[in-house]
């Protein structure tokens, strides 16, 4: 099939293009680049074309001739959502709600949407599956709910809106990030030997690798439509649910060396949910995790001692997405709704995309 994926050089699109391929898919994709600079690693190869273009301005004419649209772009993380709140709605939302009409009106059949569990929000010890009732308790979480239920209204017989909801996400891309609680637990043991909290620990979290939730998306273009037509999946593995402090548990006996240490007034984390995965499993058997957290923590300890990982790399503008954001701001780059600034808009060499 033909599969146009919004935000394709992002953390989880880059890994998403690859399975993509991979499985005999031609891939197109938009991306702002905002993070261009924060490549982690070596420079990528160049995997598919792609279009330098923020979603708020794609038009039908760009998802002309594709059988799914892939929908990853947007600001991904709580920090930048209680930042920018409005923003975040503006992005996550209104622009989710206008890509989907003009995919609908290219004659794109499947609208693949990557959502989160984040939406559970404050379920506490409660098990949560696709029918409990959505909690959110963040701008991003807010955001993504209100993408999906605009999403499911435009809905027809030709037009068929998927919704992963995929957990926590860890792992290793060169678009990385550090905000995430497995990456950013080992980086710390890694650079300063302390696997450092900054919560009390006792918030449940379901965790999933990028390489799964790219799985995931794949299961979900090649099934039947009567299977994923307007459906909501939890992404991950249920056994794969954990207390925050389990999993600097794990990375401390990962990483030689570290030790758990806590923040001053390290204080509990509202946003705390463990999730039964159990339907993904069944109605979309395609889909086959393949990665552990442990086997994750290893993969990163590895990658990041190799690179000599420090906590200014990870914490400041070279990795960091809100640092990042602010200093594209500060230099005049970026304008206050997150569009790049004319006429100082970077300029790039014409031809294949990354």
Known sequence: MRVF????????????????????????????????????????????????????????????????????AGLCNDPLGDLMPEVTLEINHEATTRLARLARQAGVTRFIFSSTCSVYGAAGEDWVSEESQPRPVTPYAVSKLRAEEDLRRLATDDFSPVFLRSATAYGLSPRIRFDLVVNNLTAYAVAK??????????????LVHIEDISRAFVAALEAPRDTVHCEVFNVGVTTENYLVREIAELVEEAVPGARIAYMDKSDADRRSYRVDCSKIASKLPRFRPQWSVPRGILELYESFSNVGLTVEDFEGPKYQR??????????GLVDERLRWAPPVAPVFPAGPLI
Request: hydrophobic share 45%; glycine share 10%.
């Open 193 to 206: 030997g302390q696997v450092l909290l900054k919560s009390n620990g006792m918030a449940w979290r379901p």
């Open 5 to 72: 994926v919004s935000g394709h050089h992002g953390y989880i699109g880059a890994a998403l293009v690859r399975l993509l391929r991979r499985a005999g898919h031609e891939v197109a994709g938009a991306d702002m680049y905002l993070y261009d600079d924060c490549t982690y690693g070596a420079p990528d190869a160049p995997l598919v074309t792609g279009i330098r273009k923020d979603i708020r301005e794609l038009e039908a004419s760009d998802l002309a001739g594709f059988d799914a649209v892939m929908h990853l």
């Open 322 to 331: 809100l640092a990042h954001l602010k200093t594209l701001m500060s230099e």
